[in-house]
Nanobody, 119 residues
C-alpha cells in the first residue's frame, strides 16, 4: 500500500506565505509524477501544480508567479511554496502521486490539508 501524508496548512493573512509538504511511503518502485490539487467549498477539485520525475513543472494560471512546486532530495517528497496568498486560494489542498505498478500507473491521494487565507 502507498500512503501520502500532507502537512503545512493553516490560517494566513492575505499576502502571506505557506509551505505545504507531502511524503509518500509504502511499497513502490518509482513515482512518475507528483502534484497538488485543491478543492474549495462548492467547487470541483482543480489542479494547482505538478512536477514530473524529470522536474518538469506545470501550474494553473491563477497561481503562476506565486506558487512553486519542488521535489525533495528524497524523490518521494514534494513541496508547494505558496507566496502572495489571496482569499481565493482558500481550499483543502490534496497531494497526488502517480506511481508505476507493472505496466500501469496508479494515482494515490493524501487526506488533504486546509489552507485558509483571511484577515
Amino acid at each position: 500500500q502507498v500512503q501520502l501524508v500532507e502537512s503545512g496548512g493553516g490560517l494566513v493573512q492575505p499576502g502571506g506565505s505557506l509551505r505545504l509538504s507531502c511524503a509518500a511511503s509504502g511499497n513502490f518502485f518509482s513515482i512518475n509524477l507528483m502534484g497538488w490539487y485543491r478543492q474549495a467549498p462548492g467547487k470541483q477539485r482543480e489542479l494547482v501544480a505538478t512536477i514530473t520525475s524529470r522536474n518538469s513543472t506545470n501550474y494553473v494560471d491563477s497561481v503562476k508567479g506565486r506558487f512553486t512546486i519542488s521535489r525533495g532530495n528524497a524523490e518521494n517528497t514534494v513541496y508547494l511554496q505558496m507566496n502572495s496568498l489571496k482569499p481565493e486560494d482558500t481550499a483543502v489542498y490534496y497531494c497526488k502521486a502517480e506511481i508505476k505498478g507493472g505496466p500501469y500507473y496508479y494515482n494515490y491521494w493524501g487526506q488533504g490539508t486546509q489552507v485558509t487565507v483571511s484577515s
